[in-house]
């Protein structure tokens, strides 16, 4: 079965602060990896995608790794900010569809 | 410019009525989706179409109908709307190795 956990659920931290973000999947046969990030109430704005082949992918102050054999990525995120405070959700395509952790709750505190 | 735009964004309806949601697409992509985000968050798909066929179809009840009129549209119909159907229901379109694309979601009530 291919399901995909994030941890920590949910996490509070102060402004400027450097932090990571977890993604495991069972199922290591996967296409590709996408980051989105989720503000209450909207829809999902895409990250940073990985392609299966690549290691990393970096935009901006967000760096994501991805290691398939072991079935992990991280999302890092370098001097967190107040604006940065929302939900991140890992997505993980295996061919024709995206299986979705359950997201981490970002509060950036000023 | 709008990439995946659906109508309405919100849809507040009595049990028992069928409702329709738009999704179109204006990037060329050959494939479609709809995901639903239940009330924990949780997004998780229920239709995949590649150039107008159906290719996916996760356990969802037959009360849901995908329409492809063509590759830039996916639109979902659904009789006899039930209470659990209250969700947050996620257009998404994608080319290739390329991310999915996600439209803005309709927040569909169901009182």
């Known amino acids: 079965k291919q399901e995909v956990t994030q941890i920590p659920a949910a996490l509070s931290v102060p402004e400027g602060e450097n932090l990571v973000l977890n993604c495991s999947f069972t199922d290591s046969a996967i296409y590709n990896l996408q980051w989105f990030r989720q503000d209450p109430g909207k829809g999902l704005t895409s990250l940073l995608l990985?392609?299966?082949?690549?290691r990393e992918q970096t935009s901006g102050r967000l760096n994501a790794s991805l290691d398939k054999s072991s079935g992990r990525s991280t999302l890092y995120i370098a001097a967190s900010q107040p604006g940065d405070s929302a939900t991140y959700l890992c997505?993980?395509?295996?061919?024709?569809?995206?299986?979705f952790g359950a997201g981490t709750i970002l509060r950036v505190k000023s | 410019d709008t990439a995946v735009s659906q109508t309405p964004k919100y849809l507040v309806t009595q049990m028992g009525n069928d409702k329709s949601i738009k999704c179109e697409q204006n990037?060329?992509?050959?494939?479609m989706y709809w995901y639903k985000q239940d009330s924990k968050k949780f997004l998780k798909i229920m239709f995949s179409?590649?150039?107008?066929?159906?290719?996916i179809n996760e356990t969802v009840p037959n009360r849901f109908s995908p329409k492809s009129p063509d590759k830039a549209h996916l639109n979902l119909h659904i009789n006899s709307l039930e209470l659990g159907d209250s969700a947050v229901y996620f257009c998404?379109?994608?080319?290739?190795?390329?991310?999915?694309?996600f439209g803005s979601g309709t927040r569909l009530t169901v009182v």
């Open positions: 990037l060329g992509h050959d494939t």
């Open positions: 998404a379109s994608r080319q290739g190795l390329h991310g999915h694309t």
């Open positions: 990985i392609q299966s082949s690549q």
């Open positions: 997505a993980v395509n295996y061919g024709n569809k995206l299986v």
């Open positions: 179409y590649n150039n107008k066929e159906l290719i």
